[in-house]
């Protein structure tokens, strides 16, 4: 058996352009060496019975006997102040501040953490105030979920040390509060040349790096540090302050910074929120907290094996650094995006990196509960998804929830992603691949341009192309993207928009976080966790997340049509409408002699399947917009998304609802531009269908063929 | 925050309805009765601990029969050494375990030919 994951590894940036360097990550659980090619990817389906994998070889970048080694991954959110205060000698200090768990674990987490003063809840989940070698402990676990004031105070003159802890909303069965002093046994210094950490436990620093352990679950908000009698804090940060940002200062002499690593969830509620308000931008002080995770990553810092710099005429595209090892074989995704870049080329591909990222290294096969039900077969696993399951450290997708049971909110790309590549993970990033080989094999020129770049460059990256098209799932949009590429469908441009379930979740992106974006949940949408009260908005701009739809933007109202249902055990097929015969749109069926498209195809058997959308003029379907084609016989196994129904009723299938389908929808845009939207995912897995003999890539061809001529679209067509 | 219920599914399955089996065994995929449907959707949400998966030996050719653990991080344990050959294969065998499991009654329906 070859292995594909006795060597894991990463591309940093995901995304470049052509001679940009990226750098190449590796670590190995087993062989010493490795050899590297570089391979962009026509087809990444490696299912023999599918549409047949096809990957180019590079004539760059390829290296011979690397050496490699296993890197450690310091996974777990924490905040870290470097240096901290200085103290020489003190009669007292007093830690303070508030904090709400939210797992009980079987190691120890630590709260606080300076030298050799820390709070840890305890495995028996009791508080726990340590100095040196001694602990006090709190008289009863604390609850999980339940806001919490301590303190510690060590008294260096009196030779003692004493814990507070309060509970504020008292339970009745349960101490409110409690104070237990202890009298040293041993001397103690304060040892505070150490950096101060909140959420974990300080080990090392290698090669200024550091590295943590014992990572707390749950919020801390308003710590502060006294010496002395002073009444005024030695130091104090307000996390209500700076919520966008990687760092915040301290309060008072706006000196010791403490710097948030693996993103710690900030825009948090604390011990102040009332319900009054939902986003941290109206009310800040009701946002004081910030919420640590053990499994947050944002970036494993691995150190680099290998840079790739591609040459100027290397083409855009998907691409792997294919790692090569005794009995391994193991692909590192990378994009080289067109960018700017001027172009013969007319159509350009948007690869939709963020929807990558959001399933990165999902776990719901193994977490969600309801996973098989909604694929409705027993659940397999393949090797890389078993090694994901037992190395939790290579961080979590959007669908996944922590081990505290919160939602996942921020997904990065600094990490191995073992499910955006090659292999049997098919979802998203492979069945792309089919519309990649399609245009190949239909010998259309085209650029890939990514989803960063489109957050980045706005519509100036679409403005040079005829045909923009968008993906089988493109789900994932930030501001910046939806009106980008609104701004290009109203402008001229023309927009193929080849799946399903597209332009439904909204995120944000950071200048702070390199590669990582962010994503509430919200209450409302298909969903594997739901978003914790008062916290739909994003720290990272403040806009609320959530569905586009919940904020006058569904789908429809961009492409035509929007989310209305999963359908993951069979997929079936259109029907032309009688209005798609008119003189707008014949055009899309020339040569095609039956009103039946796609019942074939690569999932499920037929073009309309895995998730649809369908045509409503009430979310915002243009008024101009065509139904050119629907499906039929959708059956049972489609299932009407939550937002699309308002009471609950039982009658919420494909046999008896029919809001169960996928509308096919064309319309014209000012400036002579055009849009054509399947409206499922299954479209992109029967384009190849039979070698491409088939009426799925015909009508395909024949739209994209008009929306290539220069003439423009408009009313008298 | 709503989270799952791992012991939400209350249907009671009546082990001797041997015509649901059959009707499962000659239509994996479907469409079912209404009765068929409600025995699927039990099995499918049965709690995460113990649950019944496949483990990819072969891609697209061997499949190995283990239960998942219910933990995180923690690997699915292998059942024996049943191994498949086919999803459909996987699907009829893991369908007669379950009803086994859920009723205490063994399928007397023949396997497919």
Not at chain 1, 94 to 108: A, F, Q
Not at chain 1, 129 to 137: A, L, R, W
Not at chain 2, 74 to 99: G, L
Request: proline content about 4%; aromatic content about 12%.
């Amino acid at each position: 058996m070859i292995s594909t994951t006795d060597i894991i590894g990463y591309c940093q940036p995901y995304e470049i352009a052509a001679q940009e360097t990226t750098e190449l990550k590796l670590s190995s659980n087993r062989p010493k060496t490795c050899s590297v090619k570089v391979m962009r990817i026509v087809c990444a389906d490696i299912d023999p019975n599918g549409p047949g994998e096809e990957f180019v070889e590079q004539s760059w970048g390829e290296t011979q006997n690397l050496a490699i080694d296993k890197q450690e991954i310091n996974a777990g959110s924490y905040a870290i102040v470097k240096p901290a205060p200085e103290l020489t000698s003190v009669d007292t200090i007093s830690i303070k501040m508030y904090i709400w768990p939210t797992k009980s674990s079987t190691n120890c987490q630590v709260i606080f953490n300076w030298g050799n003063v820390s709070f840890s809840i305890e495995t028996d989940g009791k508080l726990a105030f340590n100095f040196g070698s001694e602990s006090i402990i709190s008289p009863e676990p604390l609850l999980l979920r339940e806001w919490y004031e301590i303190e510690g105070v060590i008294n260096f003159k009196a030779n003692n040390f004493y814990l507070k802890n309060r509970m504020l909303n008292p339970v009745v069965g349960y101490l409110a509060k409690s104070k237990t002093t202890a009298e040293c046994t041993q001397t103690f210094l304060l040892t505070t040349q150490h950096p101060i950490i909140f959420g974990a436990k300080f080990k090392e620093s290698i090669h200024r790096r550091e590295f943590t352990s014992h990572h707390y679950n749950g919020k801390v908000e308003a710590p502060k540090i006294f010496v002395n009698k002073n009444k005024k804090p030695l130091v104090e940060w307000d996390f209500s302050k700076s919520i966008s940002k990687a760092s915040i200062l301290d309060k008072g002499y706006s000196k010791f910074k403490a710097t948030f690593i693996n993103a710690p969830m900030r825009g948090a509620t604390g011990y102040k929120w009332d319900g009054s308000v939902d986003s941290w931008r109206e009310k800040p002080s009701h946002y004081g907290s910030v919420h640590f995770h053990e499994d947050d990553i944002t970036d494993c810092e691995w150190q680099t094996i290998l840079k790739i710099t591609p040459p100027a005429q290397a083409r855009s595209g998907y691409y792997i650094a294919r790692i090569l090892a005794d009995g391994v074989q193991s692909d590192i995704p990378f994009f080289i995006t067109q960018r700017l870049k001027k172009s013969k080329n007319k159509i350009l591909f948007l690869a939709p990196t963020a929807t990558y990222k959001a399933y990165a290294n999902t776990h719901v096969k193994f977490d969600s509960h309801n996973t098989e039900n909604l694929f409705e077969a027993p659940i397999s696993f393949s090797e890389d998804e078993l090694y994901l399951n037992e190395h939790r450290e290579l961080g979590l997708s959007h669908y996944d929830t922590h081990a505290d049971d919160s939602g996942v909110v921020y997904v990065g790309d600094r990490r191995p992603m073992l499910n955006n590549r090659p292999g049997l993970y098919t979802f998203n990033y492979i069945n792309d691949t089919h519309i990649i080989k399609w245009l190949e094999k239909k010998n259309y020129g085209y650029e890939v341009a990514t989803d960063e770049d489109l957050n980045r460059l706005g519509h100036a990256l679409l403005d040079n192309y005829k045909v923009v098209i968008t993906a089988s799932h493109p789900e994932y949009y930030s501001t910046k993207m939806w009106d980008s590429l609104s701004y290009y469908q109203q402008n001229g441009g023309r927009h193929m928009y080849l799946g399903g379930n597209g332009f439904y979740w909204r995120i944000a992106y950071s200048d702070q976080y390199p590669g990582v974006i962010e994503h509430r949940r919200g209450v409302s949408g298909v969903r594997t966790w739901e978003g914790e009260p008062g916290e739909h908005h994003h720290s990272f701009n403040g806009e609320p997340g959530g569905l586009w739809r919940t904020y006058g933007r569904a789908p429809q109202s961009l492409v035509g049509n929007g989310f209305s249902s999963t359908m993951f055990v069979k997929s079936t097929y259109f029907r032309r409408s009688k209005e798609s015969y008119g003189q707008e749109t014949d055009f899309i069926f020339k040569n095609i002699n039956t009103d039946i498209i796609g019942d074939f195809g690569f999932r499920g058997g037929g073009c309309v399947g895995l998730e649809i959308d369908r045509w409503d003029q009430d979310l915002g379907s243009p008024h101009n917009s065509i139904v050119i084609a629907t499906s039929e016989n959708i059956g049972a196994g489609g299932l009407l998304t939550g937002e699309e129904f308002i009471t609950t009723t039982r009658a919420l299938d494909g046999d008896q609802n029919s809001r169960v389908r996928a509308d096919m929808v064309f319309f014209t845009t000012p400036g002579g531009g055009a849009v054509w939207s399947t409206g499922t995912i299954a479209w992109a897995t029967s384009l190849l269908w039979n070698d491409t003999k088939n009426s799925v890539s015909e009508v395909t061809q024949n739209v994209l063929n008009r929306f290539l001529e220069n003439k423009e679209f408009g009313l008298n067509e | 925050m709503l989270l799952y219920d791992p012991d939400g599914a209350i249907y009671n399955i009546d082990g001797t309805r041997m015509d649901l089996a059959k009707e499962y065994r000659d239509n994996l995929r479907g469409p079912f009765s209404l009765e068929l449907q409600r025995v699927l959707d039990k099995m499918r949400t049965t709690p995460l601990k113990g649950r019944l998966v496949l483990l990819v030996i072969e891609p697209f050719k061997i499949f190995r029969l283990a239960r998942l653990s219910g933990q995180r991080g923690v690997s699915p344990s292998t059942v024996q050494d049943v191994r498949y050959y086919s999803i459909a294969e996987a699907e009829w065998d893991i369908f007669k375990r379950r009803w086994l499991e859920l009723t205490g009654i063994s399928i007397s329906v023949s396997d497919p030919k």
